[in-house]
Structure formats: C-alpha cells, structure tokens
C-alpha cells in the first residue's frame, strides 16, 4: 500500500478516493481475507491524507461489510467482492454508488409503502407492465437496468407523491450505473441468484397490489439492502 498517492485536483472526495483505492487493493488480492490493515497512522503517511479522512473511508468500507474493526486490535479485512465489481465501475465511482444505494432505501422504501396505499388502477398496471419488461429483460442476453429503473420509477410515481419520483430521475445516472454493475455481477451468478433478483420485485408489486403499505416498504427495503450486498460481496450467492 505503500506505492499508492492520491492524485490531488480529483473532483470525488479524499474519503472516496482513498475508499477506493483500498477497496482495488481488496479486489485484487493484495489484501486477503482475516488480514489485518495497516494502522491509521501508517495509512495516513502511505496516502499523504489526513486521519479524518482515513476513520472516513474505514467507515465505509465498515459499513459495506467488507472490513470489522476490533477494539484494540485494529481492522481486518472480512470479505472482498466480486472480481467483476472494478471491471464494471471505476473504484472511483463505487463509493458514490454505494451512498446513493443507502439514499434509495430509505427514498423508495417510503415510496413503496405510499404506492400500497395510494396507486390507481392504471398506476398498478404501470407497475406491472415494468414487471413484465424485467422478466423479459432477464431472459435475455443484456443487463436489464433500464428495465429495472423503469420498475423502479413506476413505484414512485404511484406513491401520490411527486417528488419521489423526481428525485429518482435527478439520481437517474447514478442509479442508472449501480443497476448496470449490480445487474452484471448478477449475470455472472447461478440463473438462481438471477431468479432472485426477480422474484424481489416480484414481492414489491404484489404487496403493493395488496395495498398492504408494511410490507411494500419491507420487501423495498430487502431488495436494495440485497442489492447492495451483491456488489459487495463477491463469496455468497445472494
């Protein structure tokens, strides 16, 4: 780790810079899993970056479940992700991503409840006829993301609530990205790890045709924390 610098002048933040610097060392290799990190002093003085920015990055890549973090004893690497993961994304990108990821879970969470209680019959058969397109998508040879931000989209614009679906289409690009590598990675896995990621959208339109607003919002909620972890960890079949 010694023979990497942060290039100054980069748009994305120091954390994320060095965010992903670690994380390219995880994914190739450098680092295995069960080693321990060098110390924040020692990270500091490789990246010529301040402490705050080191605990910052750490946090990151804490809360992502790849590294865990004993007291007294220093931080360990748990798990590395998918080889695929800095194929598809630049690691410059991933912790952005990520952070976005974190947004939509508590942005469309609320917005699938709301669709349970509030959507049209027409808003129904939009939420449907994304399904369908999903399915279709899967069982070609592509990655179905635009498919899937269209499911995605036609939840938030059957909560009632305007904004929900606006602020999608602000994030579009970065949702747009994530979908892609998370899709990909997905494309690499068993035809049951793809079956999945349908079938997960499959409990959200069905509890939101239910109109049961608990359950919309859980099985939201366990799709995209389910999303997220399957471009973070590279050893289970999720």
Known sequence: MDDFRLEPGQRERLGDQLYGQ???QIVSGALKEGDKLPSENKICQAFGVSR???RAALMRLNADGLVITRQGSGTFLQKRPSDHLTRLAKVSDIAGMLRCQEVRIALEGQSARLAALRRTQHEMEKINAALEALHVAFDGTGVPADADYAFHLAVARASGNNLFADILEMLHETIQHAMTVGLGITRTGSKDRAQRVVEEHEAIAEAIARGDGEAADLAMRYHLHRSRQ?????????
């Open 22 to 24: 670690i994380l390219e």
């Open 52 to 54: 705050p920015t080191v």
């Open 230 to 238: 399957r471009m973070t960890d590279g050893q289970r079949d999720l």
